[in-house]
T-cell receptor
Framework: DGGITQSPKYLFRKEGQNVTLSCEQN?????MYWYRQDPGQGLRLIYY???????QKGDIAEGYSVSREKKESFPLTVTSAQKNPTAFYLC????????????FGEGSRLTVL | KQEVTQIPAALSVPEGENLVLNCSFT??????LQWFRQDPGKGLTSLLL?????REQTSGRLNASLDKSSGRSTLYIAASQPGDSATYLC????????????FGDGTTLTVKP
């Protein structure tokens, strides 16, 4: 099945801990994005990568880090420097062909205890 | 600043009614506009994508229109059903935003049986 897989679906973290969220895609798309969603709000861009070994900060990158060592993988680390990490995290990739259509994974919900 | 606004934040209608969801944006120089559906705790499902050169797109009971000059898009849902209950988000890819989409906060629709 082609698609975007995010794991874990639910994650609990103690304050001061780093956690890493996984995003894997088998669509052979070049670009991958990470978004954060808070209750009742739209999505805000954290980081994006247009190609392997390259990534750029989005609008709210502080307290987060990413890597893009493989085309199919774009993990997001939520560091202890992120002051309010409890949120729903979504990974997305735009389809090929220049349409710019975005496709999303099922999301990961992070709760800081 | 490029912004996307969705009003109202919530809408409740009886089953069978036709309804319109609104999306407005502040800059008419766009690449595309995409409508999504989000069920509670889930990722975003793409409903319709309208390219800048298009005026509308249709899929089943859904019709999305685009008026760049007025900075507006509408999502028309015909003969609403309880299964249409979800949050609907609008995302605009502005030409001057390096391929990144800006999201509205969404409209939460409840269709009562």
């Amino acid at each position: 099945d082609g698609g975007i897989t995010q794991s874990p679906k639910y994650l609990f973290r103690k304050e001061g801990q780093n956690v890493t969220l996984s995003c894997e895609q088998n669509l052979n798309h070049d670009a991958m994005y990470w978004y954060r969603q808070d209750p009742g709000q739209g999505l805000r861009l954290i980081y994006y990568s247009q190609i392997v070994n390259d990534f750029q900060k989005g609008d709210i990158a502080e307290g987060y880090s990413v890597s893009r060592e493989k085309k199919e993988s774009f993990p997001l680390t939520v560091t202890s420097a992120q002051k309010n990490p409890t949120a729903f995290y979504l990974c997305a990739t735009p389809g090929p062909g220049g349409t710019g259509e975005l496709f999303f994974g099922e999301g990961s919900r992070l709760t800081v205890l | 600043k490029q912004e996307v606004t969705q009003i109202p934040a919530a809408l409740s209608v009886p089953e069978g009614e036709n309804l319109v969801l609104n999306c407005s944006f502040t800059d008419s120089a766009i690449y595309n506009l995409q409508w999504f559906r989000q069920d509670p705790g889930k990722g975003l499902t793409s409903l319709l994508l309208i390219q800048s050169s298009q005026r509308e797109q249709t899929s089943g009971r859904l019709n999305a229109s685009l008026d760049k000059s007025s900075g507006r898009s509408t999502l028309y849902i015909a003969a609403s059903q309880p299964g249409d209950s979800a949050t609907y988000l609008c995302a605009v890819r502005f030409l001057t935003n390096a391929g990144k989409s800006t999201f509205g906060d969404g409209t939460t629709l409840t269709v009562k049986p």
